[in-house]
T-cell receptor, first 114, second 118 residues
Framework: EAGVTQSPTHLIKTRGQQATLRCSPI?????VYWYQQALGLGLQFLLW???????NRGNFPPRFSGRQFPNYSSELNVNALELEDSALYLC?????????????FGPGTRLLVL | AQSVTQLDSQVPVFEEAPVELRCNYS??????LFWYVQYPNQGLQLLLK??????LVESINGFEAEFNKSQTSFHLRKPSVHISDTAEYFC????????????????FGKGTKLSVKP
């Protein structure tokens, strides 16, 4: 069974540009989570989508946004990029039932903002 | 406030020595607990989890963790480490659905870098 996939693996942008990151969940999983792993800040929750709707949002500015498509894949968009947005962005998926389910992570997209 | 604390940022050990990676959390309600491992330049892999039942949980590669409700801890242990265990280990907590603001997402500790030396 294929795991969570993310694309691209690496992304280089300049300040002010927009970045789009993509995630495909494990087949049968309806929930997708996005996390940011920045140097020195650890893993921080960004967004949670389930059944096409945003369910929860972490403490990030509105220029971080996303969506979930009918096939449950997801996009994370970061507008007006800043240098401190440089980080590893991890996507995770899980079945959405009782809330006890394990989140399975993809390999991540490493974003570098110059 | 909801928080997860990993007390050691780095733990160097020699091969075949025992190791304990500590994790404490702050919560007034029952939580779900996880340990993830991250090898260099990779994503997170689930190591083990505690949802309910027996307080001692084991992984397939020799790690175990014990849930201690009174001390709000979930320490990870291995009796004999290998070079291949060198990685960063993250403790994570998930609160029950509809509890506070942490609905569904994981709260992670800062991570502990385990370095196994020959």
């Amino acid at each position: 069974e294929a795991g969570v996939t993310q694309s691209p693996t690496h992304l280089i942008k300049t300040r002010g540009q927009q970045a789009t990151l993509r995630c495909s969940p494990i087949s049968g999983h309806t929930s997708v989570y996005w996390y940011q792993q920045a140097l020195g800040l650890g893993l921080q929750f960004l967004l949670w989508y389930d059944e096409g709707e945003e369910r929860n949002r972490g403490n990030f500015p509105p220029r971080f946004s996303g969506r979930q498509f009918p096939n449950y894949s997801s996009e994370l968009n970061v507008n007006a990029l800043e240098l401190e947005d440089s980080a590893l962005y991890l996507c995770a998926s899980s079945p959405m039932t009782s809330g006890m389910e394990t989140q399975y992570f993809g390999p991540g997209t490493r974003l570098l903002v110059l | 406030a909801q928080s997860v604390t990993q007390l050691d940022s780095q733990v160097p050990v020699f091969e075949e020595a025992p190791v304990e990676l500590r994790c404490n959390y702050s919560s007034s309600v029952s939580v779900y607990l996880f340990w993830y491992v991250q090898y260099p330049n990779q994503g997170l892999q689930l190591l083990l989890k505690y949802l309910s039942g027996s307080t001692l949980v084991e992984s397939i590669n020799g790690f175990e963790a014990e849930f201690n409700k009174s001390q709000t801890s979930f320490h990870l242990r291995k009796p004999s480490v290998h070079i291949s265990d060198t990685a960063e280990y993250f403790c994570a907590v998930r609160w029950p659905m509809n509890y506070g603001g942490s609905q569904g997402n994981l709260i992670f500790g800062k991570g502990t870098k385990l370095s196994v030396k020959p």
